[in-house]
């Protein structure tokens, strides 16, 4: 840049020209940042730059320039442009006169970067379908929810509550039915951080399935064992 700032001149009219020269630099370096998060990705990322006299560092955030710094082989750091405060006239005057082989260094960057991608593939194989996996794990779920809301069923017509749940433990690992009325809100193996295979959000993955589904019946039969007491203990029942 060749932008100089007369730092002998009234402060006001520094501060001024400083503002002015920030903001210049802001827009400059602002559309550099911007071509950096393109090309690197992400919503945050920061890159530098090596200089003969030191190292500038431009931080974006989702594209818009957060700041740029300026560091000099020996002496204090410089912010150019910040989002905290604006830098010191003679400190901000240094750093630009570095600026310009700062943007030489970006350009190179951008230079370097020409034929990176020739030679990679654009010619994939062709994914294999998973429908048929997820219809048979749909087909389970389903089947296993009609078994549930039957049991619910039952259980809201005992219990006479609106919410309720059944739990048992199924070779050591808890399983959970809640219902709400005569349907299941979930079906959950393994406590308060386990696996659903029933909810209201979406289905369980296959590989869940896979693993508790097979044990769904002995939970079928602890809740028929449940219904068989509380038939046996009214049975007992005298009037």
């Known amino acids: ?48 730059f090596e200089t003969a006299d030191g190292e500038w560092t431009v931080k974006h955030e989702q594209g818009d320039i957060e700041f740029l710094k300026f560091e000099p082989r020996s002496g204090q750091e410089t912010y150019v442009v910040s989002t905290q405060q604006q830098p010191e ?85 808890r399983w959970e039915l809640k219902r709400e009325e005569s349907s299941t809100s979930y079906l959950r193996v393994g406590g308060s951080g386990g696996t659903y295979l029933l909810s209201q959000y979406g289905p369980p993955s296959a590989e869940a399935v896979r693993e508790f589904a097979p044990d769904a019946p002995d939970f079928v039969a602890a809740y028929n064992d449940h219904v068989a007491e509380l038939e046996l203990d009214l049975e007992q029942i005298e009037l």
């Open 1 to 48: 840049m060749s932008d100089r700032l007369d730092i002998a001149a009234d402060p006001d009219a520094v501060a001024a020209e400083r503002d002015a020269v920030v903001s210049r630099i802001r827009d400059h370096a602002g559309d550099i940042a911007y071509a950096i998060a393109r090309i690197e990705g992400g919503d945050y990322g920061r890159r530098s």
């Open 89 to 173: 006239p003679a400190a901000l005057a240094e750093a630009l006169a570095d600026y310009d082989a700062f943007v030489a260094a970006f350009d190179d960057y951008i230079a370097s970067l020409d034929g990176l991608l020739d030679d990679v593939p654009t010619e994939f194989p062709t994914p294999a379908s998973a429908a048929d996996i997820v219809a048979e794990r749909d087909r389970i779920v389903a089947r296993l929810r009609e078994v549930c809301n039957q049991m619910a069923g039952e259980l809201y017509r005992y219990e006479m509550d609106d919410y309720g749940t059944f739990t048992a433990r199924v070779d050591g690992t």
